[in-house]
């Protein structure tokens, strides 16, 4: 008897079954190291006591300290929040002489081109647009000197001497009247100016106030609930579309989960539960990403509200579909069905935020189940990789929260701001989501989405890039016509699957109609 595997119909594929997914990421030379014997015993031996006897202790002294005896004494960048925070409740500087989206210079205004990650974006751009072709687009940030900088950088290396006459925009995140020029004359900002708790809430500020379509690369989801707070409201009246996350953090896995629950909707099933085992192999991480990781260990929290803006309704109604996040804290194996049955799964960094943002886009959805289990976890062939991953994890962000080790890490270890991985390093990272897919009644959906370059920064360049021009010319297409904050997934959808497709990505999706895992 031969149970069929059914290969779901998608535009936006261009392999015909996951295994070609699979064979692709063998053929690109795609691979995760695997640990070797003696580094697995020095780290249960030697490490391990370590981090149990010195420094754990000490973090936890040192946090239970704090919590008990609170500073008063602000932060700089604390204080730098707080001013922002006050001028947008106080500052009325808001020209209300709008351009239609449609008579705008710009397509899309990439803000913080001189940053790390913002440099891989305006080199995207170039390469895959030109910097005079279809596509109308400008670079903005503080410095010009280094902005003409970092065109001649990009001019260089990808051979194309016109990329020096691109538009250059002047501008201070924090100099509100500079930012009338970042924002009125185009139909979409793409920001790369973290960390977005010190210095984003103006720009989006100034995005739902003119009306123009925003996106950005930002995993702070206390930041981005305060924005919809503030912002939501009037974003759906000028018709600004607002959405976060369009990068590393969460596009992946919330295009994942919004697959899965597609492909089970086909079959007349609303999904319960969502699996998604990460196969990734990351170049490192850049002092932009670190520098906002301290932003949130230092403890930034958005203030409380009655009704959580979160998982509010676009009529500011409370949404009643939930969703439950989980992650493994030690590696385990997986008892799913699919390909990655009986592999490791060990803890991720980015699962809550990746969770959160698939708990807003069930909210936002409102439809199917009321309760949906969200998993993730990184993805691992053995125990002993597994483990040695699990302990790094735990040891570096243990070192961070104290002053002795935290000091130590932070002077010698981590990259500054505008630092990152080498280009060969990135060139050697990639990332293959497993999504597994179970609904109400017993369907198995399978999916796999690959990128094949680092995700953190070459492929997150491209994700923002893709996100912005999706918003920008795209607009017809699009799920929702309206204005206000949205997730990847329910303010673009299959369009932005379908030019990351178009772009590099591969996507394949198939069910298993009987819930069974192969062919007998």
Not at 62 to 85: H, I, R
Not at 146 to 166: R, Y
Not at 368 to 392: C, H, I, P, Q, S
Not at 416 to 438: D, F, R, W
Request: with cysteine; net charge neutral; aromatic share 10%.
């Amino acid at each position: 008897m031969i149970h069929r595997q059914e290969e779901l119909p998608n535009s936006v594929v261009d392999s015909e079954s996951i295994e070609d997914i699979y064979m692709q990421i063998k053929n690109d030379g795609k691979w995760i190291p695997k640990v070797s014997t003696s580094t697995f015993l020095l780290t249960l031996g030697v490490g391990v006591p370590i981090w149990m006897s010195i420094l754990l202790p000490m973090s936890m002294v040192y946090q239970l300290g704090k919590s008990m005896f609170p500073s008063s004494k602000k932060t700089e960048d604390t204080l730098l929040y707080a001013a922002v925070a006050e001028e947008i409740e106080t500052e009325s500087d808001f020209n209300s002489n709008i351009i239609p989206l449609n008579e705008r210079k710009y397509d899309l205004v990439l803000f913080g081109a001189t940053g790390f990650t913002g440099k891989i974006a305006a080199m995207y751009l170039c390469q895959q647009y030109g910097a005079h072709g279809d596509v109308k687009w400008a670079i903005a940030g503080r410095s010009k000197e280094k902005l003409e900088s970092v065109k001649s950088e990009i001019a260089q290396q990808l051979g194309k001497s016109e990329m020096m006459n691109v538009d250059t925009i002047i501008a201070d995140t924090n100099a509100r009247e500079t930012l009338h020029n970042v924002v009125k004359n185009t139909r979409s900002v793409a920001s790369t100016v973290g960390p977005f708790a010190l210095y984003g809430s103006n720009v989006v500020e100034f995005c739902a106030k003119y009306g123009t379509n925003y996106v950005d690369i930002t995993g702070e989801k206390e930041w981005s609930k305060q924005m919809i707070a503030k912002w939501d409201t009037l974003a759906q009246k000028t018709g600004a579309k607002i959405i976060s996350f369009c990068g590393h953090d969460s596009v992946p896995w919330d295009l994942t989960q919004f697959k899965l629950a597609e492909a089970l909707e086909q079959e007349n099933d609303d999904i319960v539960t969502v699996e998604c085992f990460d196969e990734m192999r990351s170049a490192g991480a850049s002092g932009g990403t670190i520098e906002t990781m301290l932003v949130g260990l230092d403890g930034y929290r958005a203030p409380k509200y009655a009704s959580d803006p979160w998982i509010k309704k676009s009529d500011g109604s409370p949404s009643q579909f939930k969703t439950k996040i989980q992650s493994p804290l030690f590696p385990e194996r997986i008892v799913s069905k699919g390909s990655c049955s009986q592999k490791w799964l060990a803890p991720f960094l980015m699962t809550m935020v990746n969770g959160e943002v698939v708990k807003r886009s069930m909210a936002l959805k409102g439809k199917g189940n009321t309760t949906v289990t969200y998993r993730e976890g990184m993805l691992f062939d053995d125990f002993k990789t597994a483990f040695v991953n699990t302990f790094g994890l735990y040891m570096g962000l243990t070192a961070l929260l104290n002053p002795v080790s935290g000091t130590l890490v932070r002077k010698f270890v981590i990259p500054k701001p505008g630092q990152g991985p080498s280009m060969k390093a990135m060139e050697k990272g990639y990332l293959c989501v497993h999504g597994i897919g179970t609904g109400s009644k017993g369907n198995v959906v399978e999916s796999a989405m690959y990128f094949p370059r680092d995700v953190g920064y070459r492929e997150t360049g491209r994700i923002l890039v893709e996100s912005g021009l999706c918003l920008a010319l795209d607009s017809p297409k699009l799920p929702v016509q309206t204005g206000g904050f949205f997730t990847p997934s329910t303010g673009m959808g299959n369009i932005l699957l379908d030019r990351l497709c178009k772009t590099g990505t591969l996507f394949r999706c198939r069910l298993y109609s009987d819930a069974l895992q192969s062919k007998l």
